[in-house]
């Protein structure tokens, strides 16, 4: 099973909500896809065991070969090409490694060569009960813009006979989509404010096109207004879980801990949580 767990804008809780849930499902592996700003390790403090770079293909041009014809600027969608009288410059930055200029090159000009864009870490964390919590994150090098082929690898981790919570990176953008594709369920993560319930709406409709089932969490639920309950009232969208601004959190937060180490009653929360996701219960 795969649950990821996003929000349309950063701050709300989201790796929050992923690292208890995480610690509180026996047998779980977390996969941190949030590869620009990968977080979840600062709180499961992770035995890192492997580290394995992660590359995509880029085209190197022979001068010799090309006659400045211009098909592989054509074929690139994401402007990673341009052409000039006899020269081809290659902007590997915007390349999405995807192939498609070496492939309809007429004169057989270009070749791939590899290039490193991050690098996935894999290790264990140790639960407050004595588990093994299977831990996979992916980093994107600096300066990296491409981060869905990195995603993309750090998903290859998925395990299919086991329970998978993904942290997807915040926003409703590629990475996003990429992160939460394929998922049985996600959980949105809110906060009950105006600007919370803006990015909550326009993170609906991103699940909704992706025909992904979904529910929502709301984080400080005691802080704020009524607009957030009112809209997935309306919307028939399940509130799966309530946290309220306590101290204990806010202060286990800065310091790096999770709320089911200080407050352990929560982990039995986001079990529940867990069970009535798998079980179906969801609307
Ligand atoms: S398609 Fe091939 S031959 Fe044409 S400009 Fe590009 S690299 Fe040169
Ligand atoms: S590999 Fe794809 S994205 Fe990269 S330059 Fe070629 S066509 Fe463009």
Redesign the pocket.
């Known amino acids: 099973m795969i649950i990821s767990i996003a929000s349309g804008k950063g701050g709300t809780g989201k790796t929050t909500v992923a690292t208890n849930l995480a610690l509180s499902v026996p047998h779980a592996r977390i996969l941190d896809c949030d590869v620009e700003e990968p977080n979840a390790h600062i709180f499961l403090k992770p035995e890192i065991k492997e580290k394995v770079p992660v590359f995509i ?3 190197k041009i022979d001068k010799e070969r090309c006659n400045g014809c211009g098909r ?1 600027k054509e ?4 402007n ?2 341009a052409v000039l009288k006899n020269d081809v410059l ?1 902007f590997s930055e ?9 492939y309809f090159c007429p004169q057989k000009a ?1 070749t ?1 060569v590899n290039k490193e864009i991050g690098v996935i870490e894999t290790g264990n964390s140790r639960t407050s009960w004595g588990g093994d919590l299977e831990f996979i994150h992916g980093k994107l090098n600096i300066g990296q813009a491409m981060s869905p082929p990195l995603i993309r690898a750090v998903k290859k981790y998925i395990d299919p006979a086991g329970v998978n919570i993904i942290d997807a990176p915040p926003g409703t953008s590629c990475p996003v989509i990429e992160s939460v594709k394929g998922s049985d369920f996600c959980i949105l993560v809110t906060e009950p404010t105006p600007f919370g319930l803006n990015d909550l709406i326009l993170a609906v409709e991103v699940l909704r096109k992706l025909t992904i089932p979904f529910g929502v969490v709301i984080n400080r639920s005691d802080l704020g207004d009524r607009k957030t309950d009112d809209y997935c009232r309306k919307e028939n969208i399940a509130v799966l879980m309530r946290i309220p601004f306590e101290k204990e959190i806010a202060a286990a937060y800065s310091r790096g801990m999770t709320i089911v180490e200080v407050l352990p009653h929560y982990r039995e929360r986001f079990q529940a949580m867990f069970e009535m996701i798998r079980d179906g219960k969801k609307k």
């Open positions: 293909p880029v085209p592989c074929v690139c969608v994401y990673a090409l290659v915007l390349c999405h490694g995807c192939g498609a200029c070496a270009i791939e």
